[in-house]
Protein backbone atom coordinates (compact mmCIF):
# COMPACT_ATOMS: atom_id res chain seq x y z
CA UNK A 1 0.00 0.00 0.00
CA UNK A 2 1.10 3.70 -0.63
CA UNK A 3 1.66 6.33 2.31
CA UNK A 4 -1.41 7.28 2.11
CA UNK A 5 -3.85 3.41 2.38
CA UNK A 6 -3.14 0.94 4.54
CA UNK A 7 -5.14 -2.28 3.95
CA UNK A 8 -5.82 -4.74 6.35
CA UNK A 9 -6.58 -8.45 6.43
CA UNK A 10 -6.21 -9.07 9.69
CA UNK A 11 -4.42 -6.05 12.23
CA UNK A 12 -2.12 -6.02 14.28
CA UNK A 13 -2.82 -8.03 17.85
CA UNK A 14 0.07 -6.23 19.84
CA UNK A 15 -0.85 -3.72 23.03
CA UNK A 16 0.86 -0.98 23.73
CA UNK A 17 1.70 0.77 27.38
CA UNK A 18 3.15 3.10 28.75
CA UNK A 19 4.43 2.00 31.62
CA UNK A 20 7.09 -0.77 33.05
CA UNK A 21 6.32 -3.94 34.77
CA UNK A 22 8.64 -3.27 38.18
CA UNK A 23 7.60 -6.32 40.17
CA UNK A 24 10.36 -9.34 40.61
CA UNK A 25 13.28 -9.55 37.99
CA UNK A 26 12.52 -11.67 35.30
CA UNK A 27 13.23 -11.37 31.69
CA UNK A 28 9.96 -9.56 31.76
CA UNK A 29 10.41 -7.88 35.19
CA UNK A 30 11.23 -4.45 32.94
CA UNK A 31 8.55 -5.29 29.76
CA UNK A 32 7.51 -1.74 28.43
CA UNK A 33 6.60 -0.85 25.19
CA UNK A 34 7.11 2.43 22.97
CA UNK A 35 6.24 3.33 19.40
CA UNK A 36 9.99 4.31 17.88
CA UNK A 37 11.69 5.25 14.53
CA UNK A 38 13.56 2.06 14.22
CA UNK A 39 16.55 1.54 11.96
CA UNK A 40 17.38 -1.49 9.71
CA UNK A 41 21.37 -2.43 9.31
CA UNK A 42 20.60 -4.77 6.99
CA UNK A 43 16.92 -5.92 5.52
CA UNK A 44 15.09 -7.60 7.88
CA UNK A 45 17.10 -6.70 11.08
CA UNK A 46 16.59 -3.66 13.25
CA UNK A 47 19.47 -2.69 14.97
CA UNK A 48 18.75 0.74 16.99
CA UNK A 49 15.68 2.83 17.40
CA UNK A 50 14.99 6.44 18.70
CA UNK A 51 11.56 6.35 21.09
CA UNK A 52 9.23 9.49 20.57
CA UNK A 53 11.17 10.89 23.85
CA UNK A 54 14.25 11.27 22.46
CA UNK A 55 15.58 7.95 23.79
CA UNK A 56 18.24 5.86 21.59
CA UNK A 57 17.91 2.64 21.96
CA UNK A 58 20.21 0.01 20.73
CA UNK A 59 18.96 -3.90 20.32
CA UNK A 60 21.31 -6.34 21.03
CA UNK A 61 20.81 -8.84 19.44
CA UNK A 62 19.26 -7.18 16.63
CA UNK A 63 15.26 -7.10 16.43
CA UNK A 64 14.08 -9.22 13.39
CA UNK A 65 11.35 -7.58 11.16
CA UNK A 66 10.29 -9.49 8.03
CA UNK A 67 8.78 -6.34 7.05
CA UNK A 68 11.34 -3.85 7.05
CA UNK A 69 12.85 -5.23 3.64
CA UNK A 70 15.22 -1.91 2.70
CA UNK A 71 18.17 -1.51 4.66
CA UNK A 72 19.56 1.38 6.20
CA UNK A 73 16.61 2.91 6.54
CA UNK A 74 13.73 3.93 9.35
CA UNK A 75 10.09 2.27 10.03
CA UNK A 76 7.73 3.12 12.33
CA UNK A 77 7.00 0.56 14.59
CA UNK A 78 5.79 -1.12 18.26
CA UNK A 79 8.60 -2.08 20.19
CA UNK A 80 8.42 -4.58 23.50
CA UNK A 81 11.87 -4.21 25.16
CA UNK A 82 13.38 -5.53 28.49
CA UNK A 83 15.76 -3.69 31.35
CA UNK A 84 17.45 -0.69 29.43
CA UNK A 85 21.65 -0.87 30.35
CA UNK A 86 24.00 1.92 28.97
CA UNK A 87 21.41 2.51 26.18
CA UNK A 88 21.12 -1.66 25.37
CA UNK A 89 18.14 -3.49 25.63
CA UNK A 90 16.88 -6.78 23.60
CA UNK A 91 13.75 -6.31 22.22
CA UNK A 92 11.03 -9.06 23.07
CA UNK A 93 8.82 -8.39 20.26
CA UNK A 94 8.75 -5.67 17.00
CA UNK A 95 6.00 -4.60 14.82
CA UNK A 96 5.56 -2.49 12.04
CA UNK A 97 3.17 1.06 12.87
CA UNK A 98 1.75 1.90 9.70
CA UNK A 99 2.66 5.96 9.00
CA UNK A 100 -0.13 7.57 7.01
CA UNK A 101 0.05 10.72 5.55
CA UNK A 102 -2.98 12.73 4.76
CA UNK A 103 -4.70 13.23 1.41
CA UNK A 104 -6.86 15.75 0.05
CA UNK A 105 -10.68 14.14 0.24
CA UNK A 106 -11.46 15.51 -3.00
CA UNK A 107 -8.88 13.25 -4.38
CA UNK A 108 -11.46 10.25 -3.03
CA UNK A 109 -13.36 9.20 -5.01
CA UNK A 110 -15.86 7.34 -2.38
CA UNK A 111 -15.58 8.60 1.72
CA UNK A 112 -16.09 5.76 4.13
CA UNK A 113 -16.10 6.53 7.80
CA UNK A 114 -17.09 3.35 9.09
CA UNK A 115 -16.92 3.45 13.01
CA UNK A 116 -13.83 2.06 14.74
CA UNK A 117 -12.92 1.92 18.52
CA UNK A 118 -11.04 4.93 19.10
CA UNK A 119 -9.19 4.21 22.27
CA UNK A 120 -6.06 6.93 22.70
CA UNK A 121 -5.00 9.36 20.42
CA UNK A 122 -1.64 11.27 21.68
CA UNK A 123 0.52 13.53 19.89
CA UNK A 124 4.06 11.99 20.09
CA UNK A 125 6.81 13.91 22.74
CA UNK A 126 8.84 15.19 19.92
CA UNK A 127 5.65 16.61 17.92
CA UNK A 128 6.62 14.63 14.87
CA UNK A 129 3.38 12.36 15.17
CA UNK A 130 -0.11 12.14 16.08
CA UNK A 131 -0.73 8.73 17.26
CA UNK A 132 -3.93 6.86 17.32
CA UNK A 133 -4.82 3.54 18.64
CA UNK A 134 -7.84 1.89 17.16
CA UNK A 135 -10.41 -1.18 17.89
CA UNK A 136 -11.31 -2.59 14.50
CA UNK A 137 -14.08 -5.43 14.75
CA UNK A 138 -13.54 -8.32 12.66
CA UNK A 139 -13.04 -11.92 11.60
CA UNK A 140 -12.45 -14.28 9.09
CA UNK A 141 -15.49 -15.87 7.06
CA UNK A 142 -15.02 -18.54 4.89
CA UNK A 143 -14.58 -17.64 1.51
CA UNK A 144 -13.69 -13.94 2.57
CA UNK A 145 -10.84 -12.29 2.05
CA UNK A 146 -11.86 -9.18 2.05
CA UNK A 147 -9.56 -5.88 3.21
CA UNK A 148 -10.28 -3.00 6.07
CA UNK A 149 -9.20 0.21 4.02
CA UNK A 150 -7.77 2.90 6.49
CA UNK A 151 -6.47 6.16 5.50
CA UNK A 152 -6.50 10.05 6.79
CA UNK A 153 -8.50 12.49 5.15
CA UNK A 154 -8.24 16.28 4.71
CA UNK A 155 -10.73 18.14 4.93
CA UNK A 156 -10.20 22.14 4.51
CA UNK A 157 -7.64 24.40 6.19
CA UNK A 158 -8.98 27.09 7.92
CA UNK A 159 -6.90 30.35 9.60
CA UNK A 160 -8.21 32.35 12.47
CA UNK A 161 -7.86 36.59 12.95
CA UNK A 162 -4.53 35.43 15.07
CA UNK A 163 -3.16 33.44 12.21
CA UNK A 164 -3.13 30.30 13.43
CA UNK A 165 -4.10 27.66 10.60
CA UNK A 166 -6.51 24.39 11.68
CA UNK A 167 -5.91 21.46 9.41
CA UNK A 168 -9.32 19.77 9.71
CA UNK A 169 -8.57 15.60 9.11
CA UNK A 170 -11.31 13.17 9.25
CA UNK A 171 -10.36 9.17 9.68
CA UNK A 172 -11.06 7.32 6.14
CA UNK A 173 -12.18 3.32 7.13
CA UNK A 174 -13.92 1.22 4.93
CA UNK A 175 -15.50 -2.24 7.23
CA UNK A 176 -15.46 -3.42 2.75
CA UNK A 177 -17.86 -6.64 4.47
CA UNK A 178 -15.54 -8.32 6.60
CA UNK A 179 -17.00 -9.82 9.62
CA UNK A 180 -17.03 -7.78 13.37
CA UNK A 181 -16.72 -10.90 15.50
CA UNK A 182 -13.99 -9.43 17.53
CA UNK A 183 -11.85 -6.20 17.84
CA UNK A 184 -8.28 -6.08 17.54
CA UNK A 185 -5.79 -3.10 18.12
CA UNK A 186 -4.16 -0.94 15.65
CA UNK A 187 -1.99 1.61 15.59
CA UNK A 188 -1.56 4.23 12.97
CA UNK A 189 0.97 7.34 13.10
CA UNK A 190 -0.15 10.39 11.25
CA UNK A 191 3.29 12.80 10.46
CA UNK A 192 3.76 16.40 11.05
CA UNK A 193 6.67 17.27 9.77
CA UNK A 194 5.88 18.84 6.47
CA UNK A 195 4.10 21.33 9.12
CA UNK A 196 6.43 24.44 9.90
CA UNK A 197 4.47 26.96 12.08
CA UNK A 198 2.10 26.99 14.57
CA UNK A 199 -0.91 24.96 13.99
CA UNK A 200 -4.05 23.42 15.43
CA UNK A 201 -4.90 19.67 14.03
CA UNK A 202 -8.59 18.81 14.49
CA UNK A 203 -9.10 15.07 14.01
CA UNK A 204 -12.47 13.57 13.70
CA UNK A 205 -13.50 10.21 13.85
CA UNK A 206 -16.29 7.97 13.46
CA UNK A 207 -16.76 5.91 16.76
CA UNK A 208 -19.79 2.96 17.38
CA UNK A 209 -20.58 5.96 20.04
CA UNK A 210 -20.53 8.77 17.73
CA UNK A 211 -18.61 11.07 16.37
CA UNK A 212 -15.56 12.13 18.38
CA UNK A 213 -13.07 14.69 17.34
CA UNK A 214 -9.76 15.61 18.93
CA UNK A 215 -7.22 18.80 18.83
CA UNK A 216 -4.04 19.09 18.96
CA UNK A 217 -1.79 22.30 19.03
CA UNK A 218 1.83 22.03 16.99
CA UNK A 219 3.53 24.79 18.72
CA UNK A 220 6.54 25.19 15.98
Known sequence: ??????????PLLIACEHNSYDTGDGRYSYLQADIVDAHTAVKGLID?????????????????APWATTPDSTYRALLYYGKVTDHITEATQIARVPVLSYVPTARIDTVFTDPVKLESAWMSANRRYINLQ????????????NKQVLSVMHDSTSTDDTGVSTIHLRLYHR????????????????PLDNIKKTTQIRLTVNTYNGIVTRSFLIDR
Not at 136 to 145: E, M
Not at 175 to 190: F, G, H, L
Open 1 to 10: MSKYWLALLI
Open 48 to 64: YCHTDKGDSLQLSPHAI
Open 134 to 145: LGLKTGRQDGVD
Open 175 to 190: QNAVPEYYTVRQYISI
